[in-house]
Each structure stands twice: as structure tokens, then as C-alpha cells.
Nanobody, 121 residues
Framework: VQLQASGGGLVQAGGSLRLSCAASGRTFSSYAMGWFRQAPGKEREFVAVINWSGSSTRYAESVKGRFTISRDNAKKTVYLRMNSLKLEDTAVYYC???????????????WGQGTLVTVSS
């Protein structure tokens, strides 16, 4: 599956953004989908994951209660709604697909190109 992330941009602290990740291919609905992020000078870290049907999600502690992952299998798109953004949320955000529900990057075998989110004070 090929993935295309979009929706990043510059936002003030406390603001909101919604990222989208559009997939191509006929098997999107069979994949678990995740979001990861990488801040400057830091390693890529897990943000959120959703299972194939959307019935199960998991979040990093740092975003729990502020971010919401969702998916629309008919549109082959996964979303990340980000509320109450903080300066430390600044990063390149990547969407990724995995054959099973996972939170570690090596288990995701398809990656989008990343979209930059910059949170300003």
C-alpha cells in the first residue's frame, strides 16, 4: 500500500490540526494504521495506532486525551485529530501501515512521506 500524508502546518500552542493519510491499493481495510513522529534531533516515536476496523486504538501517553486517530475505509484514509497542541508536538508526522496491531516502527512495512507540524508559542 502507498501512503500520502497531508494536513501539517504552523499552528499556535493550544490550537488544533487534523492530519490525513490517503492510501492507494485495494487492501487498505486489512491493515492496522499508525502515526509516528520525529522531532529534530530525536528518534522517531509512536503516536497512535488503529486496527483494521477502527474498533481498537492505542495512544502514546504524551498525546492521550489530546489526539484522536480514526479511519474511513471507504475513503482509504486515516486521520489524526490533534487538539491542545503543545510546543513539544512539533515534528514530522508519518503515517504507516502494518499487518497487525502494533506500536513499534519495525512492524510497520509501508510509510508515508511525512508532513511537518510546527507549534509556535
Amino acid at each position: 500500500v502507498q501512503l500520502q500524508a497531508s494536513g501539517g502546518g504552523l499552528v499556535q500552542a493550544g490550537g488544533s490540526l487534523r492530519l490525513s493519510c490517503a492510501a492507494s491499493g485495494r487492501t487498505f481495510s486489512s491493515y492496522a494504521m499508525g502515526w509516528f513522529r520525529q522531532a529534530p534531533g530525536k528518534e522517531r516515536e509512536f503516536v497512535a495506532v488503529i486496527n483494521w476496523s477502527g474498533s481498537s486504538t492505542r495512544y502514546a501517553e504524551s498525546v492521550k486525551g489530546r489526539f484522536t486517530i480514526s479511519r474511513d475505509n471507504a475513503k482509504k484514509t486515516v486521520y489524526l485529530r490533534m487538539n491542545s497542541l503543545k510546543l513539544e508536538d512539533t515534528a514530522v508526522y508519518y503515517c504507516a501501515a502494518a499487518d497487525r496491531f502494533a506500536i513499534v516502527a519495525p512492524l510497520f512495512n509501508s510509510w508515508g512521506q511525512g508532513t511537518l507540524v510546527t507549534v509556535s508559542s
